[in-house]
Protein backbone atom coordinates (compact mmCIF):
# COMPACT_ATOMS: atom_id res chain seq x y z
CA UNK A 1 0.00 0.00 0.00
CA UNK A 2 3.28 2.20 0.88
CA UNK A 3 4.75 1.83 -2.45
CA UNK A 4 1.49 2.44 -4.41
CA UNK A 5 0.90 5.70 -2.56
CA UNK A 6 4.72 6.25 -2.95
CA UNK A 7 3.99 5.68 -6.85
CA UNK A 8 1.30 8.12 -7.32
CA UNK A 9 3.38 10.77 -4.92
CA UNK A 10 6.39 10.48 -7.63
CA UNK A 11 3.58 11.32 -10.41
CA UNK A 12 2.13 14.31 -8.93
CA UNK A 13 5.57 15.52 -8.00
CA UNK A 14 6.78 15.10 -11.51
CA UNK A 15 3.89 16.95 -12.45
CA UNK A 16 4.15 19.75 -10.01
CA UNK A 17 7.42 20.26 -10.53
CA UNK A 18 7.64 20.16 -14.30
CA UNK A 19 4.20 22.05 -15.52
CA UNK A 20 5.30 25.38 -13.73
CA UNK A 21 8.62 25.35 -15.30
CA UNK A 22 7.91 24.44 -19.20
CA UNK A 23 4.32 26.93 -18.28
CA UNK A 24 2.31 25.80 -21.48
CA UNK A 25 -0.21 29.30 -20.62
CA UNK A 26 2.83 31.63 -20.71
CA UNK A 27 4.26 30.01 -23.61
CA UNK A 28 0.94 30.03 -25.99
CA UNK A 29 2.00 34.07 -27.62
CA UNK A 30 5.69 32.59 -27.74
CA UNK A 31 4.46 29.36 -29.72
CA UNK A 32 2.17 31.45 -32.11
CA UNK A 33 4.51 33.86 -32.81
CA UNK A 34 7.25 30.73 -33.67
CA UNK A 35 4.47 29.13 -35.78
CA UNK A 36 3.27 31.94 -37.55
CA UNK A 37 2.22 31.76 -41.04
CA UNK A 38 1.95 27.89 -40.89
CA UNK A 39 -1.54 26.11 -41.74
CA UNK A 40 -3.59 24.88 -38.52
CA UNK A 41 -2.36 21.41 -39.57
CA UNK A 42 0.94 22.08 -40.12
CA UNK A 43 1.25 23.97 -36.45
CA UNK A 44 -0.25 20.89 -34.73
CA UNK A 45 2.44 18.61 -36.41
CA UNK A 46 5.11 21.10 -35.20
CA UNK A 47 3.33 20.78 -31.47
CA UNK A 48 2.92 17.25 -31.43
CA UNK A 49 6.82 16.25 -32.33
CA UNK A 50 7.61 19.52 -30.22
CA UNK A 51 6.04 17.08 -27.48
CA UNK A 52 7.37 13.66 -28.08
CA UNK A 53 10.83 15.05 -28.69
CA UNK A 54 10.55 16.59 -25.15
CA UNK A 55 9.53 13.82 -23.22
CA UNK A 56 12.24 11.95 -25.71
CA UNK A 57 15.03 14.39 -24.01
CA UNK A 58 13.69 14.33 -20.50
CA UNK A 59 12.94 10.72 -20.35
CA UNK A 60 16.93 10.35 -21.34
CA UNK A 61 18.55 12.67 -18.43
CA UNK A 62 16.21 10.67 -16.06
CA UNK A 63 17.94 7.66 -16.84
CA UNK A 64 21.09 9.14 -17.88
CA UNK A 65 21.21 10.98 -14.79
CA UNK A 66 23.47 8.56 -12.26
CA UNK A 67 25.52 7.60 -15.12
CA UNK A 68 26.08 11.56 -15.27
CA UNK A 69 26.65 12.01 -11.59
CA UNK A 70 28.95 8.72 -11.17
CA UNK A 71 31.21 10.13 -14.08
CA UNK A 72 31.69 13.54 -13.11
CA UNK A 73 31.57 12.34 -9.22
CA UNK A 74 28.36 14.57 -8.19
CA UNK A 75 26.76 13.74 -5.05
CA UNK A 76 22.79 14.17 -4.70
CA UNK A 77 22.97 17.20 -2.06
CA UNK A 78 25.46 18.78 -4.58
CA UNK A 79 23.05 18.00 -7.29
CA UNK A 80 19.84 19.39 -5.58
CA UNK A 81 21.82 22.18 -4.93
CA UNK A 82 23.08 23.51 -8.48
CA UNK A 83 19.88 22.25 -9.83
CA UNK A 84 17.72 24.56 -6.53
CA UNK A 85 20.22 27.83 -7.80
CA UNK A 86 19.31 27.40 -11.22
CA UNK A 87 15.77 26.70 -10.95
CA UNK A 88 15.63 29.65 -8.24
CA UNK A 89 17.54 31.82 -11.46
CA UNK A 90 14.91 31.44 -13.82
CA UNK A 91 11.83 31.67 -10.99
CA UNK A 92 13.09 35.30 -10.11
CA UNK A 93 13.85 36.24 -13.44
CA UNK A 94 10.18 35.39 -14.33
CA UNK A 95 9.12 37.12 -11.46
CA UNK A 96 11.04 40.51 -12.07
CA UNK A 97 10.96 40.50 -15.53
CA UNK A 98 9.30 43.16 -17.03
CA UNK A 99 6.10 43.28 -18.94
CA UNK A 100 6.28 41.26 -21.99
CA UNK A 101 4.47 43.18 -25.22
CA UNK A 102 3.22 40.09 -27.46
CA UNK A 103 3.54 42.16 -30.40
CA UNK A 104 7.27 43.01 -30.24
CA UNK A 105 9.76 41.02 -32.27
CA UNK A 106 12.91 39.99 -31.44
CA UNK A 107 15.93 38.20 -33.34
CA UNK A 108 15.08 34.60 -31.56
CA UNK A 109 11.32 34.22 -32.85
CA UNK A 110 12.24 35.95 -36.53
CA UNK A 111 14.94 33.11 -36.74
CA UNK A 112 12.92 30.26 -35.66
CA UNK A 113 10.17 31.86 -38.05
CA UNK A 114 12.54 31.69 -40.61
CA UNK A 115 13.33 28.00 -39.80
CA UNK A 116 11.54 25.01 -41.77
CA UNK A 117 11.13 22.48 -39.09
CA UNK A 118 10.84 24.13 -35.16
CA UNK A 119 9.46 21.34 -33.02
CA UNK A 120 13.24 20.05 -31.79
CA UNK A 121 14.66 24.03 -31.73
CA UNK A 122 13.19 26.23 -30.38
CA UNK A 123 9.86 24.54 -29.32
CA UNK A 124 11.26 21.18 -27.67
CA UNK A 125 14.44 22.71 -26.81
CA UNK A 126 14.81 25.01 -24.82
CA UNK A 127 10.83 26.14 -24.89
CA UNK A 128 9.92 23.19 -23.57
CA UNK A 129 12.77 21.65 -22.03
CA UNK A 130 14.63 23.76 -21.23
CA UNK A 131 17.57 23.75 -18.31
CA UNK A 132 15.49 24.21 -15.50
CA UNK A 133 13.55 21.10 -16.59
CA UNK A 134 16.41 18.55 -17.52
CA UNK A 135 17.88 20.10 -13.69
CA UNK A 136 14.77 19.22 -12.00
CA UNK A 137 14.12 15.93 -13.93
CA UNK A 138 18.38 14.98 -13.19
CA UNK A 139 17.16 15.86 -9.73
CA UNK A 140 14.22 13.16 -9.00
CA UNK A 141 16.82 10.36 -9.56
CA UNK A 142 17.56 10.86 -6.16
CA UNK A 143 14.33 10.28 -4.95
CA UNK A 144 14.48 7.10 -6.80
CA UNK A 145 14.90 3.92 -5.15
CA UNK A 146 14.10 1.01 -7.99
CA UNK A 147 12.14 0.98 -11.84
CA UNK A 148 8.95 1.23 -10.45
CA UNK A 149 10.09 4.72 -9.14
CA UNK A 150 11.63 5.81 -12.45
CA UNK A 151 8.21 4.45 -14.37
CA UNK A 152 6.07 6.53 -12.24
CA UNK A 153 8.60 9.86 -13.22
CA UNK A 154 7.63 9.00 -17.03
CA UNK A 155 4.48 8.64 -16.21
CA UNK A 156 4.59 12.22 -14.62
CA UNK A 157 7.03 13.65 -17.96
CA UNK A 158 4.19 12.29 -20.43
CA UNK A 159 0.97 13.98 -18.25
CA UNK A 160 2.80 17.16 -18.30
CA UNK A 161 3.64 16.40 -22.51
CA UNK A 162 0.09 15.60 -22.74
CA UNK A 163 -1.47 18.88 -20.32
CA UNK A 164 1.18 21.08 -22.69
CA UNK A 165 0.00 19.61 -25.88
CA UNK A 166 -3.64 20.63 -25.24
CA UNK A 167 -2.83 23.87 -24.00
CA UNK A 168 -1.07 24.66 -26.66
CA UNK A 169 -3.82 23.42 -28.79
CA UNK A 170 -5.65 26.11 -27.81
CA UNK A 171 -3.33 28.87 -27.60
CA UNK A 172 -4.79 31.08 -30.04
CA UNK A 173 -8.29 31.33 -27.94
CA UNK A 174 -6.33 31.14 -24.60
CA UNK A 175 -4.50 34.23 -25.87
CA UNK A 176 -7.61 35.68 -27.05
CA UNK A 177 -9.01 35.66 -23.67
CA UNK A 178 -6.40 35.87 -21.70
CA UNK A 179 -4.90 38.76 -23.73
CA UNK A 180 -1.06 41.24 -22.66
CA UNK A 181 -2.39 41.76 -18.92
CA UNK A 182 -3.09 38.33 -18.38
CA UNK A 183 -0.46 36.65 -19.76
CA UNK A 184 1.94 38.81 -17.42
CA UNK A 185 0.48 38.04 -14.66
CA UNK A 186 0.10 34.23 -14.54
CA UNK A 187 4.14 34.48 -16.17
CA UNK A 188 4.87 36.30 -12.33
CA UNK A 189 2.91 33.40 -10.38
CA UNK A 190 4.61 30.99 -12.21
CA UNK A 191 7.68 32.86 -11.46
CA UNK A 192 6.85 32.62 -7.76
CA UNK A 193 5.93 29.24 -7.85
CA UNK A 194 9.32 28.12 -9.74
CA UNK A 195 11.35 30.09 -6.86
CA UNK A 196 9.35 28.42 -4.28
CA UNK A 197 10.18 24.72 -5.75
CA UNK A 198 14.01 25.91 -6.56
CA UNK A 199 14.74 27.06 -2.84
CA UNK A 200 12.90 24.15 -1.64
CA UNK A 201 15.86 21.98 -4.06
CA UNK A 202 18.34 23.88 -1.85
CA UNK A 203 16.97 23.84 1.21
CA UNK A 204 16.62 19.93 0.23
CA UNK A 205 20.43 19.36 -0.49
CA UNK A 206 21.52 21.54 2.79
CA UNK A 207 19.61 18.90 4.73
CA UNK A 208 21.18 16.38 3.17
CA UNK A 209 25.01 17.55 3.41
CA UNK A 210 23.60 18.17 7.19
CA UNK A 211 22.11 15.07 7.80
CA UNK A 212 25.43 12.55 6.04
CA UNK A 213 27.04 10.41 8.22
CA UNK A 214 30.19 11.13 7.44
CA UNK A 215 29.75 14.94 8.33
CA UNK A 216 28.09 14.10 11.47
CA UNK A 217 31.18 11.89 12.47
CA UNK A 218 33.01 14.30 11.27
CA UNK A 219 31.29 17.43 13.50
CA UNK A 220 31.12 14.70 16.78
CA UNK A 221 34.93 14.09 16.22
CA UNK A 222 35.87 17.61 16.25
CA UNK A 223 34.03 18.04 18.96
CA UNK A 224 35.34 14.97 21.01
CA UNK A 225 39.24 16.75 20.20
CA UNK A 226 38.53 19.90 21.74
Given at each position: ??SV?H????????????L??????????????????????????????????????????????T????????????????????????????????????????????????????????????????????????????????????????????????????????????????????????S?????????????????????????????????D?????
Amino acid sequence: MLSVSHFWQLILGTVIALLPLINPLASAPTFLAITEGDSHERRMQQLRMACVYTVAILVSFLLGGTFIMKFFGLSIPGLRIAGGLLVSGIGSGMLLAPPRDLESEDPARAAARAKRDVSFSPLAMPMMSGPGSIAVTIGFTSLSTGWVDYVAIIVGILVVAAITYFVLRLSEQIVGVIGVNGMNALSKVMGFIILCIGIQFVVNGVLGIVQDPAVIHAIRDAALAK
